[in-house]
């Protein structure tokens, strides 16, 4: 029914997370599965493991070429953060803003 039409989605309970910088794009081609969409798509992805399995399921919107809105599980957003972003946020032009809770 959405996809045909207007719906509306509670997303309170879940994660939300924007990333954005020069490297964001690098960031989430490493972190995730799927290519990521053009400027005002979404694209539903995993978030993959060192060894290229799936860690976590994640929606990615591109709002600007630099900057993406992603939505995660409610439980697992500081946890999502806390064992893939670290590897590679040192070495990238990358910020990241906690969006939970607005």
Same mark, same amino acid.
């Given at each position: 029914m959405v996809m045909e039409k207007a719906g509306? +989605?509670? !997303? *309170? @309970? $879940?994660g939300? !997370?924007?990333? #954005?910088g020069r490297d964001a794009s690098r960031l989430l081609d490493r972190l995730t599965a799927n290519d990521l @969409?053009? +400027?005002g798509r979404t694209v539903? *992805?995993?978030m993959l493991t060192k060894r290229g399995g799936? $860690?976590?399921e994640m929606t990615v919107t591109r709002l600007e070429d630099?900057? %993406? %809105?992603c939505i995660t599980g409610a439980l697992s957003e500081l946890h999502d !953060? #806390? $064992?893939n972003l670290p590897r590679y946020q040192v070495l990238l032009s990358v910020m990241l803003v906690r969006r939970s809770g607005n």
């Open positions: 509306v +989605i509670d !997303l *309170t @309970p $879940y939300k !997370l924007e990333v #954005r @969409p053009a +400027i539903v *992805t995993h799936v $860690y976590a630099d900057c %993406f %809105f !953060l #806390r $064992y």
